[in-house]
Nanobody, 115 residues
Framework: QVQLVESGGGLVQAGGSLRLSCAVSGSIFSINVMGWYRQAPGKQRELVARITSGGSTNYADSVKGRFTISRDNTQNTVYLQMNSLKPEDTAVYSC?????????WGQGTQVTVSS
């Protein structure tokens, strides 16, 4: 059974940094796509960043230059380094795994950025 567990969220002041981690357990195919999504109250869920098993990345325009997604394929862990955080980054961040057209989700971790 595939399980995703996020960690690293919390409260931070504007301009600060956080590093989110997503640990994946269970047997997964080597070719897949993982990403981070976020959803703020009253807003639709949006893609923040994603990374393929080959290392190709894609970012939302709002986070380009500030966030960096990376993965450790050996440890099946995905990271999201968030720098220069802004209040508008406040949301629940969820880790996603796309494997053979099936989506797996973590429980989400709250990121709150204060002014």
């Amino acid at each position: 059974q595939v399980q995703l567990v996020e960690s690293g969220g919390g409260l931070v002041q504007a301009g600060g940094s956080l590093r989110l981690s997503c640990a994946v357990s269970g047997s997964i195919f080597s070719i897949n796509v993982m990403g981070w999504y976020r959803q703020a109250p009253g807003k639709q869920r949006e893609l923040v960043a994603r990374i393929t098993s080959g290392g190709s990345t894609n970012y939302a325009d709002s986070v380009k230059g500030r966030f960096t997604i990376s993965r450790d394929n050996t440890q099946n862990t995905v990271y999201l380094q968030m720098n220069s955080l802004k209040p508008e980054d406040t949301a629940v961040y969820s880790c996603n795994l796309l494997l053979f057209t099936k989506n797996y989700w973590g429980q989400g971790t709250q990121v709150t950025v204060s002014s």
